[in-house]
């Protein structure tokens, strides 16, 4: 079983190079063939005026003494962990070596502390920065010369005469020295695999008003008893964090003649049900998404009624549902499974047997009464409101649609295929890897059922949906001239009703600085999920003084022409800033001062309210700017538009060639917009292509809450725990995703497990590396599954890490002491690692990626080199962010200055296709019909996920031929297509199919 695991890991990562991953022209070609039509022409997606520089990092004296520190460091561990108990010749070349460079490099270091002594005095800056120049300078000569002192003693026990325990002693004593001394960037802390749903702290249903009480659920006519009748009582027409009225609702009210009979068949027919507890959304999401769970549906249909001026409220109890209506609601066949895949949501359920079987389920849950004129008409005339009307627009039925089966149509042998490919490589058991596999056995399974799936589809269907091809399913519409005269499903209990959404049934999410001596976090700010999901909350810096600002602000050189003009390193020892955390612009928490440089640790807390807390920290450097993204399993397509106008705006300022406009633009409306369009578009495209695997697999999905950074974020160099300086850093992507699947079957969550995550790996590096494009292509970014693949394409080993070889692959390989750690510790915890031999280096970015894995059920997380759940990319803004992160939002003439410096490239990063991209293809979710109209060449567009869906079966199929650990490979191979498929993707529909696109209407 070992060896087949290594063999199938290897193969994954070959599969990469099937297809190289980001040459649009071969993708285009591709598919022409495939589907035997004319290639498609791709297109850049942003007018660019410039190509992307490359940025060259030459380090300067104050990084080269840092390198030195943590080599002494980490050197004097290794001696201090192998006990050595006298000097060789070469330890003693080694430690004359360290005297020499540090004696050079400190040297330097204060010619350039001079210098900028020089410019501080010089630009007249206040005392305090003076002062803080001057304490810099102490600590580092305090420092270096304590280094070399403890450099001395142990050059002096290199002498024959030497003890062992003064050879011991000097170590011990040159190791201790630098205790509590932060040396570089901490490496992120592994605090297990975030990927799995919470588990539900209560299953059954409450059966009992009196069960209900103990959740603290109070009813508004309990404690308001004339409201019982009382229609006109204000309160059911009030607004919430869930029930939003706006024009979109007005707007959609209206196009339903504010008539509640079609407003909740509307609502009931168009918004598709998601099995999770609790208010995950605004109603405006539930609207622009068409999706949502009940609590979010209940919160929709109330505000267009409230908008319609129709009284209205919440209920809240017990239902009950028969088995095989609620299969076919959850989606899944099988009774237990269904069942397993609502509590993973968090909903209290429980099973009724009788005679042996699974008969029907008791489910808590939630719905509407409306105030309708309800007699004789059933609401068809609402003049006066005589009864409150039972509503539940969440429950419904749904069409299977079967698709294709690609494998069947090409006739192919997949266990003969799995096992030629496996024949074909070289495996080493004893050392645990794998390499040398024959990618055309591959290549030539994939091409056979193209062009087999191809013939297929143009000879027997006419105008394929996406819902023929891959399958899904399509609700049931009922659409009747009157409300419904009950629910469709019995009443068990109706434990309360409500105007607004009670708190503990608002997932929350919680952010906070620090944390106190109990573990507990400190002051953190709380947001409900409907406050958050799907808008943009900011971490960023302020300058903490007027002193601090004028420091960053003497940073930009008199007489700049370009971007090239613009600082790439702050001395950051000279500054102190504030954190600030922005919710849609406005800021809603600040932290205490502090260094730029410095590590600033966020605490997260994401609590569900049947599911207890998942608990998470990062770390990154104060200086940085980032998207605190959040999601769950919506995108509303709306938020995407709107922020696509207001891009516009901003980019129509900049290009305004008016001082005194472009003063008013803030840093929000720079970096803020960029990124919150990057986690936007993560989680879109994580959300459609895990959709579309999970109707492969015939599973259940349904995306968890999603949290994390995406943004900019600084290197940082360390003077024995000063940051002495940053400098041009780039684009880091840190998310955590949760996420509930259930298929029934083992071995097939597994499998899903295993490719979710390798595409959630995948997205981290094509995300950025989407969004950035420029006139030569994309720029490079890294990612787990990014640098596995290239380290793959330079015949590296892929090594499997169990207790019997990991410290063997540590001892002889090149790689910080903190990742080595990380990954023992990992090992040693039961996970299997999986990771490339040799340390690559991809721009200014160096290191290993490596997967820490769950061997039993496939959930993994997916690292690379420092400790990140993520990607990085170079700074896409040619190195400018540095200086525009740390701008102050004014209106003098130093921030116009830099403004109008950067203009060129925030020109080429600013276009608005990858927005267009996004709408688009979340829109391609639906029936193809809604893309023909008016957009050439639809249905080329549509065969993208047509074969993209195709090769994912083909992909479950090999999978299933070969070994229960084999998902991995599933997981790169869909990985790699994406990445092909999806470059022409983003440029075919961002030129062709914008205006046709605009909406998500759901369908086949």
């Known amino acids: 079983m070992k060896k087949i695991f290594w063999i199938l890991s290897y193969a994954a990562l070959f599969s990469m190079v099937i297809q190289p991953m980001a040459h649009a022209k071969d993708s285009a070609e591709l598919i022409a063939n495939v589907v035997n039509m004319k290639a498609i022409n791709s297109k850049v997606m942003a007018p660019a005026s410039k190509e992307k520089k490359r940025i060259v990092q030459e380090k300067n004296p104050e990084q080269l003494l840092s390198e030195l520190s943590q080599e002494i460091y980490w050197d004097l561990y290794d001696w201090k962990e192998k006990n050595i108990k006298s000097f060789s010749e070469n330890h003693k070349s080694k430690i004359t070596a360290w005297q020499t460079r540090l004696t050079d490099l400190h040297q330097q270091v204060m010619v350039e502390m001079d210098k900028l002594t020089e410019w501080i005095n010089k630009k007249n800056l206040s005392q305090v920065i003076k002062q803080r120049q001057q304490d810099a300078i102490v600590h580092i000569n305090t420092e270096v010369m304590g280094l070399k002192h403890q450099l001395n003693q142990m050059l002096q026990n290199t002498l024959e005469s030497s003890t062992e325990e003064a050879v011991i002693r000097s170590i011990s004593n040159g190791f201790n020295f630098f205790e509590g001394k932060q040396l570089k960037r901490k490496h992120q802390v592994f605090d297990g695999l975030s990927s799995v749903a919470l588990t539900p702290d209560r299953i059954p249903a409450a059966k009992t008003t009196d069960e209900f009480s103990k959740y603290g659920l109070t009813s508004h006519s309990k404690s308001n008893p004339a409201s019982t009748k009382n229609f006109t009582d204000p309160a059911f027409l009030s607004t919430s964090d869930e029930v939003v009225i706006n024009e979109k609702k007005k707007k959609k009210a209206a196009e339903l003649e504010n008539d509640p009979v079609e407003i909740y068949h509307w609502v009931r027919n168009n918004i598709e049900w998601l099995p999770s507890y609790g208010a995950v959304q605004a109603s405006d999401i539930t609207l622009g998404s068409g999706r949502g769970n009940a609590f979010d549906q209940s919160s929709l249909l109330l505000a267009l009624l409230r908008t319609s001026g129709v009284p209205s409220r919440y209920v809240y109890g017990t239902i009950e549902v028969e088995i095989d209506k609620f299969t076919n609601w959850v989606g899944l066949n099988n009774p237990e499974a269904a069942i397993i895949f609502a509590q993973y949501g968090g909903i209290p359920i429980a099973s009724v047997i009788e005679g042996g079987i699974i008969t029907k389920v008791q489910m808590e849950h939630i719905w509407v009464e409306a105030a309708i004129d309800f007699m004789p008409s059933r609401g068809a005339v609402n003049i006066t409101p005589d009864s409150w009307v039972t509503l539940d627009p969440s429950f419904k039925q749904y069409e299977s649609l079967t698709g294709l089966d690609p494998i069947a149509i090409s006739g192919q042998d997949m266990e003969q295929v799995a096992q030629n490919f496996i024949d074909s490589g070289t495996s080493n058991e004893t050392e645990g890897w794998v390499q040398g596999f024959d990618q055309s056995i591959l290549t030539n399974a994939q091409e056979q059922m193209q062009q087999s799936l191809t013939a297929h589809i143009e000879d027997n269907m006419t105008d394929p949906t996406v819902g023929d091809v891959i399958g899904g399913r399509r609700t049931i519409k009922q659409e009747f001239p009157v409300l419904p005269s009950s629910t469709m499903n019995r009443i068990v209990v109706k434990a309360a009703d409500f105007v607004e959404m009670p708190d503990n049934m608002r997932p929350k999410y919680r952010l906070a600085f620090e944390k106190g001596i109990t573990g507990q976090i400190v002051d953190p700010l709380e947001l409900n999920f409907a406050q958050l999901n799907n808008h943009k909350l900011t971490l960023s810096f302020k300058p903490a003084t007027p002193a601090d600002e004028d420091a960053l602000q003497a940073l930009i050189p008199e007489g700049a022409s370009s971007v090239d003009d613009i600082p790439t390193s702050i001395p950051a020892h000279l500054v102190k800033v504030i954190p600030q955390v922005a919710l849609d612009e406005v800021v809603i928490k600040q932290g205490s001062p502090m260094n730029l440089g410095y590590d600033l640790t966020l605490y997260y807390q994401v609590h569900l309210p049947t599911q207890g807390t998942l608990n998470k920290q990062y770390s990154l450097p104060a200086g940085s700017y980032v998207n605190l993204l959040f999601g769950s399993n919506s995108i509303s397509s709306e938020i995407i538009k709107e922020l696509k106008s207001k891009r516009s705006v901003t980019l129509n300022n900049l290009n305004s060639g008016d001082n005194s406009v472009i003063s008013q633009i803030r840093r929000e409306k720079i970096f803020g917009d960029i990124y919150f369009a990057g986690a936007l578009g993560y989680l879109s495209e994580k959300i459609i292509f895990s959709s579309m695997m999970a109707k492969q697999f015939n599973t259940a999905y349904n995306m ?127 996970f299997q690692v999986l990771i490339h031999s040799e340390e690559l ?88 019909s809604t893309l023909e109209d008016g957009c050439p060449d639809a249905i080329t567009l549509a065969y993208f996920l047509i074969i993209f869906a195709a090769i994912l079966l083909f992909i479950i199929a090999f999978t299933a031929q070969t070994a229960l650990l084999f998902g991995n490979l599933a997981g790169f191979i869909a990985g790699m297509l994406m990445s092909a498929l999806l470059d022409d993707l983003v440029s075919y529909v961002a030129n062709n199919c914008v205006e046709q696109t605009t909406h998500f209407i759901k369908g086949g």
């Open 704 to 830: 968890s809450p999603v949290f994390g950074t995406f943004g900019f974020e600084p290197n940082v160099s360390y003077l024995f725990s000063i940051p002495r300086s940053i400098d041009t850093g780039g684009v880091s992507v840190n998310i955590y995703t949760t996420k509930q699947i259930e298929s029934g079957n083992l071995v097939k969550n597994k499998q899903f497990n295993q490719i979710s995550g390798t595409i959630t790996s995948y997205l981290e590096h094509s995300i950025p590396e989407q969004q950035f494009r420029r006139l030569n292509g994309p720029q490079n970014a890294v990612s787990t599954m990014k640098l596995l693949s290239i380290g793959l394409q330079a015949n590296q080993k892929i090594h499997t890490l169990s207790e019997d070889v990991v410290d063997d692959f540590l001892l002889n390989v090149s790689m910080h002491q903190d990742t080595k750690d990380e990954i023992k510790t990992a090992v040693l915890a039961g």
């Open 841 to 928: 280096i991809i721009d200014n970015w160096q290191g290993f990626g490596y997967v820490i894995t769950d061997n039993a059920t496939g959930n993994a997380a997916f690292k690379i080199s420092g400790g990140l759940n993520g990607g990085q990319m170079d700074d896409p803004f040619d190195g400018a962010s540095i200086a525009l992160a740390g701008i102050q939002d004014t209106t003098d003439e130093a921030t116009v200055t830099l403004i109008l410096l950067v203009l060129d490239v925030i020109s080429v990063l600013y276009g608005n296709a990858y927005l267009d991209f996004i709408v688009s293809l979340l829109a391609m979710m639906s029936i193809l």
